[in-house]
Structures are given as C-alpha cells and as structure tokens.
C-alpha cells in the first residue's frame, strides 16, 4: 500500500494541534503532528505504546513522573497505559509512530 503525503486528511485532535498519519501498517502507523507555539497536549494515556522525535522545534514532554524538554533530533519512548502530556515550546513538528495501531487515527486515510 502507498502513502502519498499530499493526499493525507489532516485532523486537529485537541484545539490548536494538527495531525496527518503517514503511513499504516497492520501493526503499527507513524504520524505526524503539528504543534503550533505555546499549544498543549493534555495529560493522556492509551494502551499502544508511542515512540517519538522532534523534527522542528522545541516541546516539553511528560511521561508519567519525568519532565523534559526536547529539540529537534531528540526522541522518546512512552510504554502503553502510561499519562503523558505535551507542550510545544516553539512551533513544533513531532513524528510518533503507534503500535498496535490507534483505530481512531486510521480512518483519516485519504483514499
């Protein structure tokens, strides 16, 4: 199957946020979010496990207990059924891959 970038549905899952997936598998899917400066992800968990990196910009990431600040090229990893919360510091594109895949992320294929 062939993820083309241009024909990708953009949604906004929380006020401010910007989301395209970019490609999906079976078992897993990547996807790319656009946080604007200053907006927030609020504190969440969900039971795939998420693994991450800052393309742009600059974001504060909370995985469970643990507060980081990360810039372009950082990554992390966050288990399933784990609260996490983001804040982007600058204007910020950050590239997560979930698996198993999130169904509600899915059905925003272009197709």
Known sequence: MIFKYDEAIEAEPVPGVRRRML?????????????????????HKHPHEQIGFIEKGR???????????????DGYCVPPDTEHATEALEDCIDIDVFSPIRQEYKDRIAR
């Open 23 to 43: 490609s999906c598998g079976n078992n897993i899917q990547i996807i790319e979010f656009f946080l604007p400066k200053g907006v927030k992800f609020p504190l």
């Open 59 to 73: 974001m504060r990431i909370r995985i469970a207990d643990e507060v980081r600040d990360l810039r372009e090229g």
